[in-house]
């Protein structure tokens, strides 16, 4: 797992922007460990491509991004799916400089494999979606691609679990953005909390709570919400990093990014046992 995320985050990959050689070349990685983690294609083919525009003002040129998107198939109810996501792409070069995103997000996308990995070995009853998607950084175009064009029914989602920055944090502590209003979720979450070995905080969902940074709209979960989906977000607090080039595999804490790729075994194995119920 480390392995992949040094890869990920490798300064050959050019930041994975979208639209780029090292997007592509992260991307190629992608359906490889995909093949390798026994996640089968969804649909024709892995790599699902997209047009987007975006940017200020009329001027914005479309621009193509692709999603990879994966199945393991649920042994007791295979047509309810749990969509796990995480965005592989990253912001690129800038002045110079490779922005590897080691934390945001070769983390998350990492840890699908992981997930893929034992849910493999530890069939699930529900299928699993595991979707790497594409040019979040450019206003979450692979999520809400994702949804405006299902690969199966949205009706059929049970749920979207979302990794984005999963592995900084000096202090054991992994948020869970989103009970705060899907307040159904919380007694599985206090459960997930109670077998994880970080500390894992229900919080930054609450747009009145004074000082505290909402982060309901801050990642590829938002249009899964937006769509009525049942949506949950993992990440940690890293601002001294974020979007900056000291986002590197250097910069990691290891350790904890693996306890955290622990716990998202549990969250996902515990709404797998328990479904979601509103
Ligand atoms: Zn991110």
């Known amino acids: 797992m480390l392995k992949d995320l040094q890869t990920l985050s490798a300064d050959d ?12 070349r992260a991307r190629a990685y992608v359906v490889d460990r995909f093949k ?10 892995y790599e699902h ?6 940017g200020r003002g009329g001027a914005a040129t479309p621009r193509t991004g692709v999603n990879v998107l994966g199945v393991i ?11 796990i996501t995480a965005h592989y792409d990253h912001i690129g070069v800038r002045n110079g400089a490779i922005f590897n995103g080691a934390d945001d997000n070769a983390s998350g996308t990492a840890a699908l494999f992981a997930l893929g990995d ?5 069939p699930p009853a529900h299928s699993l979606i595991f979707a790497a998607l594409d040019a979040e950084e450019a206003g979450l175009q692979g999520a809400r691609r994702f949804v405006a064009d299902p690969p199966v029914p949205l009706e059929q989602l049970l749920i979207n679990i979302n990794m984005d920055m999963i592995g900084r944090d000096a202090n054991n ?3 869970v953005v989103g ?15 109670a077998a994880a070995n970080v500390t894992l905080r229900m919080g930054h969902d609450n747009p009145d709570e004074k000082g505290v940074e909402d982060w309901t709209r801050a990642s590829d979960h938002f249009p899964f919400c937006e769509a009525k989906v049942p949506c949950l977000y993992f990440g940690v607090e890293d601002f001294e990093n974020h979007h900056k080039a000291t986002d590197k595999y250097e910069t990691m804490t290891h350790d904890f990014y693996v306890r955290v790729v622990q716990t998202m075994v549990v969250a996902v194995k515990t709404f797998d046992d328990r479904g979601v119920t509103r």
């Open 118 to 122: 034992y849910f493999t070995a530890n």
């Open 13 to 24: 990959m050019e930041g994975r922007l979208v639209g780029t050689p090292g997007g592509a």
């Open 49 to 54: 491509p997209f047009a987007f525009t975006s």
């Open 173 to 175: 502590l992994l948020y």
């Open 73 to 83: 198939r649920g042994t007791r109810t295979p047509d309810r799916y749990i969509v």
């Open 36 to 45: 390798a983690s026994g996640i089968a294609p969804l649909g024709a083919s």
């Open 179 to 193: 009970t705060h209003t899907q307040r159904f979720l919380k007694p599985t979450i206090e459960h997930i909390a």
